[in-house]
C-alpha cells in the first residue's frame, strides 16, 4: 500500500462533512420525506397532576385531512423493556393509563394529511380531567435516608474539631438541554419491519428500546440519524414520540412524521434537574484538607429515577483522609428528568469548586496554591492509580497564560477602562470509559475505503475522526475515506454520550483497518503479487480478481479490561475566568477565559477545540442565565420557549484561549486518546461565580447569578 508520510493523527482537519451542512444537504431526521407521509402531532396534558376523566375527540375526528386520532383506547398496547433490554428514561409508555404525572404528558395523538390539519384537530382535542394540584417546588427534601456514594475516615468528627472550616449550601436551577433541532421521527412500517428515520445520540440502543416496546424481534427494527442537531443528552435514551410515530405508521401502513414543537421540549424529552448541594470542608492552616462532606439532593419524576449524580468526581479530585460524598432525591411532579452535558459532575463541581475558592480566602491563599497543594497521588475513593494525570500542568499552565500571577486578590480592585474586574478559577474532571464497539473497513477497487459503524455524529466532528483513524493504518488522504455511521445495519458502534465515543471508537476502527490490509496480502497472496507495501491497493485488487476486501474490529468495553479495571481513568483540566462589573449600569459580562486540558491525545484539535469552545459558552449560559420556570398551578414550564428561556448567544461569547496538554492515555486505547464533550462545561460555573465575587465582594451561591444578587455591590464600585 501507499502510504503518507506524516500520520494523520493530531492534525486539525476540517469536519469531512462539511460541505454537506453549508450546502444544505446534510439530512436530519425531519428531513426525510415520502409522497404518501402523514404528520402526527401529540396532544399533551394541561395539568400537572390528575386523572384523565373523558375525552372528545368527535369533533377533531370529523377535521379535514384527519386520518385518526388515538387515545388509550385505540393506540395499543405497549410493552415494557428492562434496562438491561436498554436505556430509557421514561420507562412508562405512552397513554399506558389515565393517570397524570406532570404537566405536557401525552395524552392523545391526531395523524393528518398535513401538519397543518394535525396541529389544528390536535387544538381540537377536548380532554376533561380530575385534577390535583401538583407538586413542583424547587425546595428539596429527601425522600428516605441519604445514601452514601463514597466514603473515607470520619468526615463528620474531623470537621467538628478543625479551627479552619466552612459549611455552605450551593443551590442550581433545573436547566432545559434544547439543542436546535428538535425531536423528531419519521415512521415506516412495510408490513413486516420498522425503518425510524430518528434524531438520537445512540442508534444501537434505539434500536432495541423500539424493538422491545413495539414487541418484535430487533432484526425487524432499523434506525437511520444521518446527523444530528446536537442533543446534549436530551437524546441519549428514546422518548414516547418515536413510540407513538412507530404505532400510527403500523396502523395507517402509511409513513408517520412526527416532530415535536419547541413547548413541548421543555416537558417531554428530558431536562436537568435542580440541586441543593451542602459542602463542608476542614483544613489545616497551610491548606491540607482534612475533611471533605458533600450532601447532595436533586429531583426526579414520581415514576422514574434518573440520579444526577453530583458526587462523580467529589472523591478522587483531592486528597482528603476523611470525605463523605451522599445524596437524596425528591419526587415532583414534572417529567423525567435526563442527562444534560456533564451530568451531576457540572453541577457537582460548581458546588465543590465554589467551596475551595471560599476555603481559600478564609486561608488567605491563592486559589491554585490551595490546590496544588491537595493533589492527590492516587484516586483516594478506588484505592488506585490514576491511568493518567496532569490537573498540576494544567492549573500552571493555564495560570501563566491567564496572567494570573497579576492577579490583585483585594476585591474590586482591579480596573481596565473604567470597569471592575473578576478573576476567578476552576478545577474540573470528566470520567473517561470505553464501551463496547464494533466497526469494518473495506478497501475497494477504485482507490477508496470506507470505514463504517452503527455509531452517530452529534455536531461533535465523528464523522472526520473516524476518517482519521482509518487513514492512520490506510495511509490514504481524508477524501479517499467515505465513513459510514448513523444506521443500525452497520456494525453495533458506541453511544455519543458521556464523551465515551471516540476513546471507545479508536480499537475497533484500528482493528478493522488492519484487518483489511491482512485480507488485501492474502489477496495479493493468492494472486500471485510478490509486493505488497508501496503497492497501490486498488492494483492488488484488480490483479486478485476482486472489487473489494473487507476488514472487521471489535473492542469489549472498560468494564471488561483488566488492566482498565486497575487504574482510574479521568480527564482533568482548569478554567481561568475574567469578568468585567459596571457598578453604575449593573452590567456584568465574562471577558475572556483560559482553559488548560489533560484529555489524553487529541485526534482532531480543530474539533477538539471547537468542543472545548461550545462548552464554556454553554458554562456562561449556566452561570448567567439558564434556569427553567414552573407554574405552581398547573406545573407547567413558564418559559418555554427561546425567547423566554435565556442562553448564551455569539453576542455574550467572551475571548477563549483553549489548550490541550497531551499525555496519551494508552490505558484507555492505543492511541490514548479520551473524550471532551463534557469537561470544558465542568467548572466554568464556578469559575465565574468565583470571579464574580472577586469583582463585586458578592458570593453568589444560587445559580444562575442575577443582577438583583449584585444590585447591594453598587455603593461599592
Known amino acids: ?62 377535521m379535514p385531512g384527519v386520518r385518526k386520532v388515538y387515545t388509550r383506547e385505540n393506540i395499543g398496547r405497549f410493552a415494557r423493556v428492562e434496562e438491561k433490554v436498554a436505556k430509557l428514561d421514561e420507562y412508562r409508555p405512552p397513554m399506558e393509563d389515565d393517570e397524570i404525572r406532570y404537566y405536557g404528558q401525552y395524552v392523545a395523538l391526531v395523524v393528518a394529511d398535513t401538519l397543518e390539519q394535525a396541529m389544528a384537530a390536535a387544538a381540537a382535542v377536548a380532554v376533561q380531567y380530575e385534577a390535583r394540584v401538583p407538586d413542583v417546588s424547587m425546595e428539596l427534601a429527601p425522600d428516605g435516608e441519604p445514601r452514601v456514594d463514597t466514603e473515607r475516615g470520619d468526615a463528620a468528627a474531623e470537621f467538628e474539631r478543625a479551627a479552619i472550616r466552612i459549611d455552605h449550601t450551593y443551590t442550581t436551577p433545573p436547566e432545559t438541554n434544547n ?4 425531536h423528531a421521527t419519521v415512521a415506516v412500517y412495510d408490513g413486516h419491519g420498522y425503518t425510524l428515520y430518528e434524531s438520537t445520540q445512540g442508534i444501537v440502543n434505539h434500536k432495541a428500546a423500539m424493538a422491545g416496546m413495539l414487541d418484535v424481534p430487533e432484526d425487524r427494527v432499523r434506525i437511520v440519524t444521518e446527523h444530528v442537531g ?70 426526579v419524576a414520581m415514576d422514574e429515577y434518573h440520579k444526577e449524580n453530583c458526587g462523580e468526581a467529589t472523591g478522587f479530585l483531592y486528597s482528603t483522609p476523611n470525605l463523605r460524598a451522599a ?129 452517530q455524529d452529534i455536531g461533535t466532528g465523528t464523522y472526520t475522526v473516524m476518517a482519521q483513524m482509518a487513514a492512520s493504518v490506510l495511509g490514504l488522504p481524508l477524501d479517499r475515506i ?45 494472486a500471485g503479487v510478490a509486493q505488497v507495501s508501496g503497492v497501490p491497493f486498488q492494483d492488488v485488487l484488480r490483479a486478485a480478481g476482486v ?24 480527564s482533568f483540566g482548569a478554567h481561568f475566568v475574567e ?37 464554556i459558552v454553554m458554562g456562561l449560559g449556566m452561570a448567567l442565565l439558564e434556569e427553567t420556570s414552573y407554574d405552581p398551578r398547573q406545573g407547567a414550564p413558564i418559559n418555554n420557549n427561546l425567547a423566554d428561556y435565556m442562553v448564551a448567544t455569539h453576542a455574550d461569547a467572551p475571548e477563549i484561549d483553549v489548550h490541550f496538554v497531551e499525555h496519551p492515555d494508552t490505558v484507555l486505547n492505543e492511541l490514548g486518546a479520551r473524550g471532551i464533550g463534557e469537561i470544558g462545561l465542568a467548572g466554568v460555573a464556578a469559575a465565574i461565580a468565583s470571579a464574580v465575587h472577586h469583582a463585586t465582594g458578592v458570593r453568589v451561591r444560587d445559580l444562575p447569578v442575577k443582577v438583583e444578587a449584585l444590585l447591594a455591590a453598587r455603593s461599592a464600585g
Open 230 to 299: 446536537s442533543g446534549f443528552g436530551s437524546k441519549l435514551w428514546p422518548w414516547g414520540h418515536s413510540l407513538l410515530a412507530a404505532a400510527a405508521a403500523r396502523d395507517l401502513r402509511q409513513p408517520v412524521k412526527l416532530v415535536l414543537s419547541r413547548r413541548m421540549m421543555f416537558h417531554n424529552v428530558g431536562h436537568r434537574s435542580n440541586t441543593s448541594q451542602r459542602v463542608r470542608l476542614s483544613a489545616t492552616k497551610d491548606g491540607r484538607l482534612t475533611s471533605l462532606r458533600h450532601d447532595y439532593l436533586f429531583h
Open 579 to 615: 469578568v468585567t462589573w459596571e457598578p453604575a449600569i449593573a452590567r456584568l459580562r465574562v471577558a475572556r477565559v483560559a482553559t488548560v486540558i489533560d484529555a489524553g491525545r487529541i485526534i482532531n484539535p480543530r474539533t477538539g477545540r471547537n468542543q472545548i469552545e461550545g462548552a
Open 327 to 455: 445524596y437524596g432525591s425528591a419526587r415532583r411532579n414534572i417529567a423525567p428528568t435526563t442527562s444534560m452535558r456533564g451530568p451531576g459532575a457540572v453541577p457537582g463541581l460548581y458546588a465543590v469548586e465554589s467551596a475551595m475558592d471560599e476555603l481559600a480566602i478564609e486561608l488567605d491563599m491563592d486559589p491554585v496554591e490551595l490546590r496544588l497543594r491537595n493533589e492527590p497521588e492516587r484516586d483516594e475513593a478506588a484505592g488506585l492509580p490514576f491511568s493518567s494525570r496532569h490537573l498540576r500542568e494544567c492549573l500552571l499552565q493555564g495560570a501563566e497564560r491567564f496572567g494570573w500571577a497579576r492577579r490583585d486578590p483585594r476585591v474590586g480592585s482591579m480596573r481596565r477602562d473604567g470597569l471592575v474586574l473578576g478573576w476567578g478559577m476552576a478545577a474540573c474532571s470528566w470520567m473517561a470509559v470505553r464501551l463496547k464497539a464494533r466497526a469494518s473497513v473495506t478497501l475497494r477497487a477504485d482507490g477508496t475505503a470506507r470505514v463504517a459503524s452503527a455509531t
Open 1 to 62: 500500500m501507499s502510504l503518507q508520510n506524516e500520520s494523520p493523527i493530531g492534525v486539525g482537519h476540517i469536519r469531512v462533512e462539511g460541505p454537506l451542512k453549508v450546502t444544505g444537504r446534510a439530512r436530519y431526521a425531519a428531513d426525510h420525506g415520502f409522497a404518501d407521509m402523514l404528520h402526527a402531532v401529540p396532544v399533551c396534558a394541561t395539568v400537572g397532576k390528575g386523572r384523565i376523566a373523558g375525552i372528545e375527540a368527535g369533533v377533531a375526528r370529523g
Open 179 to 182: 439543542p436546535l433541532e428538535m
Open 482 to 526: 467515505e465513513v459510514a455511521l448513523g444506521d443500525s445495519d452497520l456494525p453495533p458502534g458506541p453511544t455519543s454520550g458521556g464523551s465515551m465515543a471516540t476513546g471507545s471508537l479508536v480499537p475497533a476502527v484500528l482493528a478493522a483497518a488492519r484487518d483489511a490490509v491482512r485480507q488485501l496480502a492474502a489477496c495479493a497472496a493468492r
Open 547 to 570: 472489487d473489494h476486501v473487507e476488514g472487521h474490529g471489535q473492542s469489549e468495553g472498560s468494564d471488561a479490561d483488566p488492566g482498565a479495571r486497575r487504574h482510574s481513568m479521568h
